[in-house]
Nanobody, 119 residues
C-alpha cells in the first residue's frame, strides 16, 4: 500500500486548500477511504470517510459543512477540499484505506501534508 498526499500549505483563516492522495498497491476503486489528521501533541483524529462507490460520505462534526471529500477512481486519487479553514484545523493530514465507518484497514500512512492556518 502506497499513499502520497499533497496540497498542504499556509492559508489565512477563512481560506481554502485542496489536498490530494494518490494511492497504489491495492484496488482503489473497491476500497473505502478516509482522511485523518493529527495536530501537535494530539491523537490522530478521523476527519471523513467516502465509500468505494461514493454513495456514502461522512464527516466529523468539526469539519462538516466546510470540508468535502471526493475520489477519482480512474486516477486512483482521493481529494479533500477544505474551505473556511479555522485556527483549529492545522494538522498533518493523512489518507488511508478504511472500513465504511472509517476504521483503519491496513494501518498504512503516507507522509501527510502539513496544513497551517495563520493570519
Amino acid at each position: 500500500v502506497q499513499l502520497v498526499e499533497s496540497g498542504g500549505g499556509l492559508v489565512q483563516p477563512g481560506g481554502s486548500l485542496r489536498l490530494s492522495c494518490a494511492a497504489s498497491g491495492f484496488t482503489f476503486r473497491s476500497s473505502h477511504m478516509s482522511w485523518y489528521r493529527q495536530a501537535p501533541g494530539k491523537e490522530r483524529e478521523w476527519v471523513a470517510t467516502i465509500t468505494s462507490t461514493g454513495g456514502s460520505i461522512n464527516y466529523a462534526d468539526s469539519v462538516k459543512g466546510r470540508f468535502t471529500t471526493s475520489s477519482n477512481n480512474a486516477k486512483n486519487t482521493l481529494y479533500l477540499q477544505m474551505n473556511r479553514l479555522k485556527h483549529e484545523d492545522p494538522a498533518v493530514y493523512y489518507c488511508t484505506p478504511s472500513s465504511s465507518s472509517g476504521a483503519i484497514r491496513f494501518g498504512s500512512w503516507g507522509q501527510g501534508p502539513q496544513v497551517t492556518v495563520s493570519s
